[in-house]
């Protein structure tokens, strides 16, 4: 009678650790998932930015003021920057630079089509992108935390709150 008693008991004593050991992997593969979303929705929004300050520096580059060489280095300069930033979160994310690159073509032919591809609307790329994409060049730490807590910001970010999957 004792052996199975025993046995039993060293049993429900494994059991316990072992359901704890399954429920700390379901919260890694979750936390992991959620960075990596969070990583590429931070690429993604990179990626615009590079593409809002490409085809900024396209458009002014047309008028004749002294300031507009200027302001097309440093929109180009910006527009790298971004997609340096969108390339190595997206690769943390588990895309490839290849696939950024040619995703950025994708969102600026998107943005010109948004302005009907004239230059005379760039106005309405401004108020959409500017103070967005500069806050995200200089902070990219602050939206990458805001994407990871999933909290809806009142700042100058567009945050939203995501819904768990199967809501």
């Given at each position: 009678?004792?052996?199975?008693?025993?046995?039993?008991?060293?049993?429900?004593?494994?059991?316990?650790?072992?359901?704890?050991?399954?429920?700390?992997?379901?919260?890694?593969?979750?936390?992991?998932?959620?960075?990596?979303?969070?990583?590429?929705?931070?690429?993604?929004?990179?990626?615009?930015?590079?593409?809002?300050?490409?085809?900024?520096?396209?458009?002014?580059?047309?008028?004749?003021?002294?300031?507009?060489?200027?302001?097309?280095?440093?929109?180009?300069?910006?527009?790298?920057?971004?997609?340096?930033?969108?390339?190595?979160?997206?690769?943390?994310?588990?895309?490839?630079?290849?696939?950024?690159?040619?995703?950025?073509?994708?969102?600026?032919?998107?943005?010109?089509?948004?302005?009907?591809?004239?230059?005379?609307?760039?106005?309405?790329?401004?108020?959409?992108?500017?103070?967005?994409?500069?806050?995200?060049?200089?902070?990219?730490?602050?939206?990458?935390?805001?994407?990871?807590?999933?909290r809806i910001c009142t700042g100058l970010f567009k945050?939203?709150?995501?819904?768990?999957?199967?809501?």
């Amino acid at each position: 009678m004792r052996k199975p008693l025993l046995v039993g008991i060293a049993l429900v004593g494994i059991a316990p650790a072992s359901a704890q050991e399954q429920i700390n992997k379901a919260d890694e593969v979750a936390l992991q998932q959620d960075k990596t979303a969070a990583l590429s929705e931070l690429s993604n929004e990179c990626l615009e930015c590079a593409a809002y300050f490409t085809v900024t520096a396209y458009c002014i580059g047309g008028y004749p003021a002294p300031i507009v060489p200027k302001l097309v280095r440093d929109n180009q300069h910006s527009a790298k920057t971004a997609l340096g930033l969108a390339i190595s979160n997206g690769g943390v994310a588990g895309l490839t630079s290849a696939s950024v690159v040619a995703g950025s073509k994708t969102v600026a032919t998107a943005l010109m089509r948004s302005i009907d591809d004239n230059c005379l609307n760039i106005g309405d790329l401004s108020k959409r992108y500017d103070a967005f994409c500069k806050r995200l060049m200089q902070r990219p730490d602050e939206r990458l935390t805001e994407l990871l807590t999933r909290r809806i910001c009142t700042g100058l970010f567009k945050c939203a709150l995501r819904r768990p999957s199967g809501e």
